[in-house]
């Protein structure tokens, strides 16, 4: 039931991302874009289909959404593969972007996805104009310096701190890097509906770090062939994880607390919830 919701929402997101690309032709940097978006598991767009879903709010307002944070999502790796942050020659089973053309292209990429999420915030289909204006403050601030890039920053300078990072300092980087942006994705339901997003982002924050958890977990003990690119950078690089904090028993545990907690946030819902339980359980057990 859950990999054929998921199948049915990321059918939807990239119907709704080939056609924004359309009208951009075949430029390189276009081509890039389109390159940058194939695959990947489409978790965030999923997450505001179903918040939206929770409320009444159908995928033909909710899509465009949906699509803006796989597309700001994607301009995030495309940046944080080039060589001077984390310089990773693959992602999603292919070429990242600067190796695959060059690293002006993969910037002039990044860009244009990063603002093409924007583009598709102000559509008149995602409502009147206080929602969608509240959608594009929450996602600059998710993304920006309060959000996602802050997260970036600290994981950049942590590289070369005389310290290495405590289990609360990773904890609130990640919260920042990666959970921001989950956090959008799961308040933009309410936001649509105009409901309270407080159950919501409950859910998200406990989902986000689980996400991390199982992330550095992948890193650790993963398979390259089924995660789709390079693992054991993280430990090569000397960068603290919670893997490498917790031990990699003691860390499988705090993401299954972890994700029990985000199924708890929103037993509120009920039964209409189901589909964001199980994205909970998804999210620890996946092996790419």
């Not at 990321?10 to 390159?35: W, Y």
């Not at 940058?36 to 489409?42: C, D, P, S, T």
């Not at 409502?127 to 890039?149: I, K, N, S």
């Not at 003691?250 to 993401?255: G, L, T």
Request: aromatic fraction near 4%; charged fraction near 25%; hydrophobic fraction near 55%.
């Amino acid at each position: 039931m859950f990999e054929s919701a998921r199948a049915d929402a990321a059918t939807r997101i990239e119907a709704c991302l080939a056609e924004a690309l359309a009208p951009f032709g075949d430029l390189q940097v276009a081509e890039a874009m389109r390159h940058a978006l194939n695959g990947g598991k489409r978790l965030r767009g999923f997450l505001v289909l179903e918040s939206a879903a929770l409320f009444g709010v159908g995928p033909e307002q909710a899509v465009s959404p949906a699509a803006a944070i796989e597309a700001l999502h994607a301009y995030s790796l495309v940046h944080d593969d080039l060589p001077c942050m984390d310089d990773d020659d693959l992602r999603r089973g292919q070429p990242t972007v600067h190796v695959r053309w060059d690293e002006a292209t993969a910037v002039l990429a990044g860009d244009a996805l990063q603002t093409l999420a924007f583009e598709l915030l102000t559509r008149p289909e995602v409502g009147p104009a206080a929602v969608r204006v509240a959608l594009v403050a929450g996602l600059a601030r998710a993304a920006g310096a309060r959000g996602m890039v802050r997260g970036q920053a600290l994981d950049m300078a942590a590289e070369t701190a005389a310290e290495p990072l405590g289990l609360a300092e990773i904890t609130a980087l990640q919260s920042a890097k990666t959970g921001a942006l989950i956090e959008w994705s799961a308040a933009a339901g309410a936001i649509l509906a105009g409901a309270d997003p407080l159950p919501l982002r409950r859910y998200a924050q406990a989902l986000g770090l689980a996400f991390q958890i199982a992330d550095d977990i992948l890193d650790a003990s993963g398979d390259e062939a089924r995660a789709g690119k390079r693992l054991k950078k993280d430990a090569a690089a000397g960068k603290a994880t919670f893997v490498g904090l917790m031990g990699l028993e003691a860390a499988r545990a705090r993401a299954a607390a972890l994700a029990a907690e985000a199924e708890a946030a929103v037993a509120v819902y009920g039964a209409a919830a189901g589909g964001l339980r199980a994205l909970a359980r998804f999210v620890v057990a996946r092996d790419r």
